[in-house]
T-cell receptor, first 115, second 113 residues
Framework: ETGVTQTPRHLVMGMTNKKSLKCEQHLGHNAMYWYKQSAKKPLELMFVYSLEERVENNSVPSRFSPECPNSSHLFLHLHTLQPEDSALYLC??????????????FGPGTRLTVL | DAKTTQPTSMDCAEGRAANLPCNHSTISGNEYVYWYRQIHSQGPQYIIHGLKNNETNEMASLIITEDRKSSTLILPHATLRDTAVYYCIVRGAWAGNNRKLIWGLGTSLAVNP
């Protein structure tokens, strides 16, 4: 247990569906991240929220829409996805700030399959 | 952003030391080196980090060369549960108050009985 939970763990959806991924951290962190991990590719940073403000949108298509209602929760809303969006979606959290290092704690991920 | 180079895969016998190398020849003076690992079907897990000096914690040791262009992660007594992909990472550009982690493909370590 890392203190970061993700639901659901597995999701299969059609290209016309709308679904949401949920992440929750119990570590008192104030920065949260969404990553995409595709087979044989490095982890790709998608979004970063710091103090509930989005500070990074790494050229992610608009069919992915993040939401951070408070420092403990992060959502990724999905709609009209493509088969190439099938991947493992990982959530992470860390302390935010310029001092020290920002060790990131990861959840177990959501395995998404788009049909 | 600094990049890292790691071997694609390595093998290690159970109970022996596993030495995982990493090259980061473009690292700048104030960038840390981080190591994470990812066991199958789990999210990545932080192992250790360092700047200039060698570091040790309960999981591993990190040896950084004097010119900081390479480093080695040492698992002193590898067990079967250490089988995982190991990532050597240098922090990259800022995202707000946080430095981004630049991920590569890592080294797939197989610990054999």
């Amino acid at each position: 247990e890392t203190g970061v939970t993700q639901t659901p763990r597995h999701l299969v959806m059609g290209m016309t569906n709308k679904k949401s991924l949920k992440c929750e951290q119990h570590l008192g962190h104030n920065a949260m991240y969404w990553y995409k991990q595709s087979a044989k590719k490095p982890l790709e940073l998608m979004f970063v929220y710091s103090l509930e403000e989005r500070v990074e949108n790494n050229s992610v298509p608009s069919r992915f829409s993040p939401e951070c209602p408070n420092s403990s929760h992060l959502f990724l809303h999905l709609h009209t996805l493509q088969p190439e969006d099938s991947a493992l979606y990982l959530c992470a959290s860390s302390h935010s700030g310029t001092s020290g290092h920002n060790e990131q704690f990861f959840g177990p991920g959501t395995r998404l399959t788009v049909l | 952003d600094a990049k890292t180079t790691q071997p694609t895969s390595m093998d290690c016998a159970e109970g022996r030391a596993a030495n995982l190398p990493c090259n980061h020849s473009t690292i700048s003076g104030n960038e840390y080196v981080y190591w994470y690992r990812q066991i199958h079907s789990q999210g990545p897990q932080y192992i250790i980090h360092g700047l200039k000096n060698n570091e040790t914690n309960e999981m591993a040791s990190l040896i950084i060369t004097e010119d900081r262009k390479s480093s080695t992660l040492i698992l002193p007594h590898a067990t079967l549960r250490d089988t995982a992909v190991y990532y050597c990472i240098v922090r990259g550009a800022w995202a707000g108050n946080n430095r981004k982690l630049i991920w590569g493909l890592g080294t797939s370590l197989a610990v054999n009985p």
